[in-house]
């Protein structure tokens, strides 16, 4: 059975500190992993995938994500916080061949304090 | 440039009168998925095509329908809206259904904020 848990439902940080969002999943299969970013009133933005070429993933607007198979995690980092960042995150993933269905996280708000 | 549309971005309607969403994609991508997201949750797949196929999820109500009149275009459609199923209707397609291995991306459109008075 799949399943992924967003260990935080809440993390608020100072502009320009860094960001942790943390990811843990199961699966019974090789997955595919995902981070999703919405903004208020907004549709889902692909923020990075994780494919199994290479354990760090580089998404857009400087996040990244480190998939770590011992430790099944998938935590998304950020150097350094902006303003535009705060939004809602959803860790995602997918592992049956076959399936449809995203199995998403409960989410995680980000605040950003200026 | 969109490449999932949603139409409208918002939608009132009254408890108990027929509602439709729609969605179209430029991707040509053979499948869509509709999702329901409730306040502060995650998204829930309603239903998917594929291709023409329709593919209900076990827990969907009766009260949830969806068309796929071509390859571009979607609806959902809600029979008899209720005070509960107020959230936002998020569409999405993928290329292809996922058979293992690389990855299939789910690309969403920006959603339809649904509200039942």
């Known amino acids: 059975a799949q399943s992924v848990t967003q260990l935080d439902s809440h993390v608020s940080v100072s502009e320009g500190t860094p960001v942790l969002l943390r990811c843990n999943y199961s699966?019974?299969?090789?997955?595919?992993l995902f981070w999703y970013v919405q903004h208020p009133n907004k549709g889902l933005q692909l923020l990075l995938k994780?494919?199994?070429?290479?354990?760090l993933v580089k998404g857009i607007n400087g996040f990244e994500a480190e998939f770590k198979k011992s430790e099944t995690s998938f935590h998304l980092t950020k150097p350094s916080a902006h303003m535009s960042d705060a939004a809602e995150y959803f860790c995602?993933?997918?592992?049956?061949?076959?399936?449809?269905?995203?199995?998403f996280g409960t989410g995680t708000r980000l605040t950003v304090i200026p | 440039d969109a490449m999932v549309i949603q139409n409208p971005r918002y939608q009132v309607t009254q408890f108990g009168k027929p509602v439709t969403l729609s969605c179209s994609q430029t991707?040509?991508?053979?499948?869509m998925y509709w999702y329901q997201q409730k306040s502060s949750q995650a998204p829930k797949l309603l239903f998917h095509?594929?291709?023409?196929?329709?593919?209900n999820e076990a827990d969907t109500p009766d009260n949830f329908q969806s068309r796929r009149p071509n390859t571009s275009f979607c609806f959902l459609d809600i029979r008899s809206p209720g005070l509960g199923d107020a959230a936002m209707y998020l569409c999405?397609?993928?290329?292809?259904?996922?058979?293992?291995?690389?990855?299939?991306?789910?690309?969403f459109g920006a959603g339809t904020r649904l509200s039942v008075l």
């Open positions: 994780y494919t199994s070429a290479a354990t």
């Open positions: 995602v993933v997918s592992d049956k061949p076959g399936a449809n269905n995203l199995f």
């Open positions: 999405a397609t993928s290329r292809d259904r996922w058979k293992g291995g690389g990855i299939n991306i789910q690309y």
């Open positions: 991707l040509n991508h053979n499948v």
């Open positions: 095509y594929y291709d023409k196929d329709f593919n």
């Open positions: 699966s019974s299969y090789s997955p595919s």
